[in-house]
């Protein structure tokens, strides 16, 4: 199994980007109850967000979640799922951890995959009787095991008075900080609803030639797709600062768009985006667009980062320098291995990486490297600090 090329690098969010303090935490409590599976079905139905869109991108394999409907059926310990109640609606429930475990049983009893396809158990060892078997089926031809599947319990915990984002944005983080880092895209989904991330979600996942630069069959499962064109999208706008918070930049960016969602236009900007992207893939080897250029060993190191690509699809949004990249591919990325040469440069996709200095440089450096050798007058992104405000 070849290594992922798209891993967490200094340029994703994290936990640096979350701003907490201890005195963040003082009114939080927690409930913890055990909540069966049949409850938790009825409460899904009403007080818990299971969104459909994120529903599209299930990570669970279909095998995954049979062996979890029969861990159901034989007792075996269900790990904690953690709530965290709404602030804009009482008794209404956002999902912080066990995503993935309530889908499964919405999935399940619905009688179909979010895809859908029919849920139906498959590849179970020690219940391969059930193998073949929808819910329908099950409850009327294996009552015994209906019977446990209902009245299995899940440990519940429901996380109450919080007050800031950022306090649950810091404890996803840790929830997620092992060896599957979840992406804060899923947190950002339920935290800042609207059309606009819906539509992302929705249009990165018909984007062809977004899936085959970033090497992926299918839509992301963790939403790196969504993310990549969200920041792309951010970093053009005029409106919204980045001021070297990375979650914050994406979170106030989302917001406006929520607040002036214009579907027509969005359509205008994401076009461009893939036209971009298309270009870049023209000109470069498909595996070393968005990659850095290694100047002693003289070959791209082929792993994607997201400060470069920043960049370049910024750049070859300009119609002028994308005309004169498809008529000489050679020429723009001769200038790209010329600008890797550049300490600055790559100092600023390397370390100290989501400073407000760092994203500046890179955008000046690679921008001005363009306007002298095409003629052309790209404009930097809105970057500034945040004291420039005081």
Known sequence: MRDDPFEYDEFTEGSDDYQVHPADFADIFVIPSDWTVSTLRQEMSDIIDL????????????????????????????????????????????????KQRLLTIHEFFEGRYSSGQ????????????????????IRNNFPREARA???????????????????????FHRLNSGSVRLSPMEL??????????????????KSDVLQTMLRLREPDKRMK???????????????????????????????YMNDRFDHR?????????????????????????????????????????????????????NDHIQAATKADPERFVRAFK???????????????TKSVDSTRNRFSIWYGKLNAEYGTQLSEPLIRHARDNA
């Open 51 to 98: 969104d459909p869109d994120f529903q599209r991108r299930s990570v669970w394999s279909f095998a995954a979640k049979a062996k979890f409907i029969e861990s159901l059926i034989l007792g075996i310990p269900i790990p904690q799922i953690l709530l965290a109640e709404s602030k804009e609606e009482k008794n209404h429930y956002l999902v912080l951890d066990g």
């Open 225 to 255: 797709d969504v993310e990549i064109a969200i920041r792309h999208l951010a970093f053009q706008t005029e409106n919204v600062p980045y001021e070297g918070n990375l979650k914050v930049f994406l979170d106030q960016f989302c917001k």
């Open 118 to 137: 029919p849920f139906k158990l498959r590849g179970l060892d020690d219940l391969d009787h059930l193998n073949g078997h929808d819910w329908e089926s």
């Open 265 to 317: 236009a969005l359509d205008c900007e994401i076009n461009s985006f893939e036209e971009a992207i298309s270009c870049g893939l023209t000109a470069f080897h498909p595996k070393e667009f968005g990659s850095k250029f290694d100047t002693e060993k003289q070959r791209f190191e082929g792993r994607f980062n997201r400060a470069i690509f920043d960049v370049l699809s910024g750049s070859l949004r």
């Open 188 to 205: 950002r989904m339920a935290l800042i609803r609207g059309p606009f991330i819906k539509y992302m979600i929705d249009r990165t996942a």
């Open 338 to 352: 010329e600008v890797c040469q550049d300490p600055a440069f790559i100092r600023s996709v390397e370390v100290t």
């Open 149 to 171: 599947i209902e009245g299995a319990q899940i440990r519940t915990a429901i996380i109450r008075g919080w007050r800031d984002d950022n306090v649950l944005y810091e404890i």
